[in-house]
């Protein structure tokens, strides 16, 4: 066999092994592409969403983008070829939404939004730095806000050198300890002195850890209050209030009685009423930092009034409660907010690209 025999094999057998792997892209991109076809009339407006097939830590559109309103593609970015044209949309919308779970996603995500000449809404870029170290740097120092003190450590640090690790980045006992990509209370524990900190170490999983300041928010009756507010193209909206004598309230395990209630309903009827305009005011300005067009806060008001930030990102989940006297004001409040997310996304679908 020649040269020139062996090289045009070569060459073929190079244009096959091309083929074989374009083929294997286009497969795996048309995989990664789930769509929600459009059942009603008229003409849809088409939603390409961006997620992950890391599981947790993204935002939930289910109940808003209904298939009799929207025609939704739902890319996983992972398995998405790059060299492949984006599919038809009037808007783009990034659910990708825990740095800590999906760094990598968000870096694929931002190059695909990139590519995108419709409107991008929670860019990636935002929500790379809504993290919990990214929100105490970017946060802090804003009027009538208070960001809790925040590190991130590793276990063998703590462990070798425990409160020196500690005091070194500003931190006190008692305080919160976290594991990182866990949320709903998993994993987080407070630690009230250094002879428990050992013990609590062997408890968390992971390698690293976050260190947070315990503040210390009870009202005259021992009890903690939690809000959550979400934030749609900057404005806030109220979503609920939890109240519990434990440190770590969330709505599914608090303690909601008659007074609590009627707080609820207050703050979901009339939430600017219920704050006031200074809080008010704080929640906008973090809304204007945060730089996310759909994300929530959670938190609470210290004894001063301000707005004391336990998490904001666009990982929250509004879901629309059952209709009930005791859950009307709150399925009130999630449909608000559900209203106000389709007609942001409505007016940026008629903008020109």
């Given at each position: 066999m020649?040269?020139?025999?062996?090289?045009?094999?070569?060459?073929?057998?190079?244009?096959?092994?091309?083929?074989?792997?374009?083929?294997?892209?286009?497969?795996?991109?048309?995989?990664?592409?789930?769509?929600?076809?459009?059942?009603?009339?008229?003409?849809?407006?088409?939603?390409?969403?961006?997620?992950?097939?890391?599981?947790?830590?993204?935002?939930?559109?289910?109940q808003i983008?209904?298939?009799?309103?929207?025609?939704?593609?739902?890319?996983?970015?992972?398995?998405?070829?790059?060299?492949?044209?984006?599919?038809?949309?009037?808007?783009?919308?990034?659910l990708?939404?825990?740095?800590?779970?999906?760094?990598?996603?968000?870096?694929?995500?931002?190059?695909?939004?990139?590519?995108?000449?419709?409107?991008?809404?929670?860019?990636?870029?935002?929500?790379?730095?809504?993290?919990?170290?990214?929100?105490?740097e970017?946060?802090?120092?804003?009027?009538?806000?208070?960001?809790?003190?925040?590190?991130?450590?590793?276990?063998?640090?703590?462990?070798?050198?425990?409160?020196?690790?500690?005091?070194?980045?500003?931190?006190?006992?008692?305080?919160?300890?976290r594991?990182?990509?866990?949320?709903?209370?998993?994993?987080?524990?407070?630690?009230?002195?250094?002879?428990?900190?050992d013990?609590?170490?062997?408890?968390?999983?992971?390698?690293?850890?976050?260190?947070?300041?315990?503040?210390?928010?009870?009202?005259?009756?021992?009890?903690?209050?939690?809000?959550?507010?979400?934030?749609?193209?900057?404005?806030?909206?109220?979503?609920?209030?939890?109240?519990s004598?434990?440190?770590?309230?969330?709505?599914?395990?608090?303690?909601m009685?008659?007074?609590?209630?009627?707080?609820?309903?207050?703050?979901?009827?009339?939430?600017?009423?219920?704050?006031?305009?200074?809080?008010?005011?704080?929640?906008?300005?973090?809304?204007?930092?945060?730089?996310?067009?759909?994300?929530?806060i959670?938190?609470?008001?210290?004894?001063?009034?301000?707005?004391?930030?336990?998490?904001?990102?666009?990982?929250?989940?509004?879901?629309?409660?059952?209709?009930?006297?005791?859950?009307?004001?709150?399925?009130?409040?999630?449909?608000?907010?559900?209203?106000?997310?389709?007609?942001?996304?409505?007016?940026?679908?008629a903008?020109?690209?």
């Amino acid at each position: 066999m020649d040269n020139r025999t062996q090289l045009e094999l070569l060459a073929a057998a190079e244009a096959q092994v091309q083929r074989i792997r374009a083929s294997l892209l286009a497969a795996s991109s048309a995989r990664a592409a789930l769509v929600q076809p459009y059942t009603g009339s008229g003409t849809p407006i088409r939603l390409l969403q961006l997620g992950s097939s890391i599981p947790g830590g993204h935002t939930n559109t289910d109940q808003i983008f209904t298939a009799d309103r929207y025609e939704v593609t739902t890319m996983l970015v992972e398995h998405w070829n790059l060299t492949q044209p984006l599919p038809a949309h009037d808007v783009l919308f990034n659910l990708i939404a825990d740095p800590d779970l999906g760094t990598a996603p968000l870096a694929i995500a931002r190059a695909i939004a990139e590519r995108s000449p419709r409107p991008v809404l929670n860019a990636p870029s935002a929500s790379l730095a809504a993290g919990r170290m990214g929100n105490r740097e970017n946060l802090t120092g804003l009027p009538d806000v208070r960001t809790p003190r925040i590190a991130r450590l590793s276990k063998r640090a703590l462990a070798t050198l425990g409160s020196a690790a500690l005091e070194s980045r500003g931190l006190t006992f008692p305080l919160l300890l976290r594991a990182i990509g866990f949320h709903n209370g998993e994993h987080f524990v407070k630690v009230e002195g250094s002879s428990d900190l050992d013990a609590t170490l062997a408890t968390l999983p992971g390698d690293e850890l976050y260190a947070i300041e315990f503040v210390d928010c009870t009202d005259a009756a021992g009890r903690y209050w939690k809000y959550r507010a979400m934030l749609v193209d900057g404005i806030p909206y109220p979503a609920h209030l939890a109240v519990s004598r434990r440190w770590n309230v969330h709505y599914f395990s608090a303690e909601m009685g008659e007074e609590e209630q009627a707080s609820q309903r207050r703050y979901c009827d009339d939430m600017a009423g219920y704050l006031g305009e200074r809080a008010m005011g704080a929640l906008a300005t973090i809304a204007e930092r945060l730089g996310l067009d759909y994300a929530g806060i959670d938190y609470t008001l210290d004894d001063r009034g301000d707005v004391v930030v336990f998490e904001a990102n666009a990982a929250m989940t509004i879901y629309v409660p059952d209709s009930g006297n005791s859950l009307a004001s709150r399925r009130a409040a999630a449909l608000r907010i559900h209203d106000a997310v389709r007609a942001m996304v409505a007016q940026r679908a008629a903008s020109r690209p």
